[in-house]
């Protein structure tokens, strides 16, 4: 079952491409997204899907508190009720 993380405090000039590199070399990662406004600007905060929980869990400690560009970004789980509103695209 696939895992779900949300990154959030991202500095606004983060993109989906830059933060797909930076997970890059964690393995499991399926997909990032960097949620934005209409206008295409970072809203601050992104989600990641993983291969399973036990991946997610792992990314999690390590992006949790690294900072990015000067700011400790914080990762949370999602919860199993929430799977249902991670990204699709």
């Known amino acids: 079952m696939a895992g779900y993380l949300c990154v959030d405090l991202l500095p606004s000039s983060v993109t989906t491409a830059e933060l797909t590199a930076l997970v890059a070399p964690c393995r499991g990662v399926r997909r990032c997204l960097v949620a934005t406004n209409r206008e295409g600007g970072s809203l601050g905060f992104a989600f990641i899907e993983t291969s ?20 400790s ?17």
């Open 73 to 89: 970004v914080r990762v949370s789980r999602f919860d199993a009720e929430y799977e249902d509103a991670a990204p699709t695209g």
């Open 52 to 71: 399973s929980r036990a991946d997610a869990e792992r990314i999690l400690e390590a992006l949790d508190g690294m900072p990015i560009r000067g700011r």
